[in-house]
């Protein structure tokens, strides 16, 4: 009985493991270069793919940390744009370390800050954006998903 039981023990505890290594297969690494309240575009809410430094303009590069080439090399660099606003108080954060990964479309999870409604802040123009990198893989497309499960932004290859 006890053989039996040991057998048992193991055949739950490798089904288990195999079901972790699938959870962790459907996740991809992110994570954020850069943030800024003037680096996004004034075209809406988008996702841009950096895909050669050729592609970078002064409005990048001023904001990314040295050693782009090799960062392209080894991973993806996408822009996330909030658009334009008239005030302060937007800005994008990163939520986790982890993105998951269904179908070959990754979903980025993002912090997506907005003033309150009738808060007080300054007039001033912001186009706020995050630069986050991927594990290089191929992907048929990249979403962006806020703290609430709304989808902002799609980008498809």
Known sequence: MRGNLAAFLCLVLTACA???ADDRAGEVGVRT????????NSKGVTIVE???SEELDARYSALLPGGLA????SERV??????LH????????LAQARARLEHGVVT????WHEPAPGAITAQVITQPCLIVALEKRQYAGVRIVDQSGVERAVWNK
């Open 18 to 20: 195999v079901q972790d």
């Open 33 to 40: 270069l850069t943030s800024g309240l003037q680096c996004g």
């Open 50 to 52: 950096l895909d050669s």
């Open 70 to 73: 090799s960062t392209l090399n």
């Open 78 to 83: 996408f822009v996330i744009s909030m658009g």
């Open 86 to 93: 008239p005030t302060a108080g937007y800005r994008l954060n």
């Open 108 to 111: 980025i999870p993002v912090v």
